[in-house]
C-alpha cells in the first residue's frame, strides 16, 4: 500500500522548494523574500520614523549596466511620484520634449523706471561668445523700439538698427558710456556699454521714462 505524506509534509515541501530557489514570490501578506520575484496585489508600504534614510539601495556591481534602481511601468504611465517641489541634487534632467538644454532658447526681460538722468544698474551678459538679440523699447512711446545683436568676449559687440530712424548702429567697446542702441525717437534713451560683459540704460531727457529690455540667447 502506498502511503500520501499528510497536508502539513505537503505545505512544507512546498515551502522547502521556493526557498530553495524555484521560482520565489510574496503574494499579498506573505514574507517579502529577496533574491527571488516578489508579487503583491496591494499597496506595499515602509514607515521608519527616525532622522533618515527610510530605504537605501547599494548596488555594488562595476557592471556598465548596474544600477540601484529600476522603475517599471506600462506605456502612457509615469514611472513614480513626488510629494515636494523641493529640488533634489543630483537629480538633473538632460533632456526636455526631446530636446538637449543647447536646443532650447533662453529669454531674460527687465523693466526700468528711470527718472531724468539715471542710468541703470548693470546687465550682465549671460553667456560668453554666442550670438544675444537685443530688443528695447520706451514704454512712454510704445512705437520706438530698437534691435541689436551682440556678444562679448574681452569687449563688446554689436550691430542693428536704432529707433525710428532706420540708421545702423555698429560697433565694439568696453568703454563705459559707449553707445550701443537708441530707444526713443529722441534719442535720449540709450542702451550703452556698461563694462566688457554688462550694458546698462542711460535716460539722458529731463523726464522720467519707462524702458523694457529683452535679452534673447
Known amino acids: 500500500m502506498i502511503r500520501l505524506p499528510s497536508p502539513a509534509m505537503c ?25 527571488q520575484p516578489n508579487t503583491a496585489t496591494s499597496l506595499t508600504s515602509l514607515t521608519a520614523p527616525f532622522a533618515g534614510k527610510t530605504l537605501r539601495l547599494d548596488n555594488t556591481s562595476a557592471a556598465a549596466s ?44 527687465i523693466l526700468f523706471a528711470l527718472v531724468g538722468g539715471q542710468i541703470s544698474a548693470p546687465i550682465p551678459l549671460p553667456i560668453r561668445n554666442h550670438p544675444i538679440f537685443l530688443m528695447a523699447m520706451s514704454r512712454s512711446n510704445p512705437q520706438a523700439i530698437g534691435q541689436v545683436t551682440l556678444f562679448w568676449n574681452t569687449r563688446i559687440g554689436w550691430v542693428g538698427q536704432e529707433s525710428q530712424t532706420g540708421l545702423k548702429t555698429v560697433g565694439f567697446s568696453d568703454s563705459p558710456g559707449a553707445h550701443i542702441l537708441y530707444v526713443d525717437q529722441g534719442h ?30
Open 11 to 35: 505545505v512544507a515541501l512546498i515551502a522547502l522548494v521556493v526557498g530553495l530557489g524555484g521560482a520565489g514570490y510574496s503574494a499579498t501578506g506573505g514574507n517579502f523574500i529577496l533574491g
Open 66 to 109: 548596474a544600477t540601484a534602481l529600476g522603475l517599471f511601468v506600462t506605456s502612457g504611465h509615469t514611472p513614480f511620484t513626488v510629494n515636494s517641489s523641493v529640488k533634489v541634487a543630483n537629480l538633473n534632467a538632460d533632456r526636455l520634449d526631446g530636446f538637449d538644454s543647447t536646443g532650447l532658447g533662453r529669454k531674460q526681460t
Open 188 to 217: 535720449l534713451i540709450d542702451i550703452e556699454v556698461s563694462s566688457a560683459s554688462a550694458i546698462r540704460v542711460r535716460n539722458a531727457s529731463t523726464d522720467a521714462k519707462s524702458v523694457a529690455v529683452t535679452l534673447m540667447w
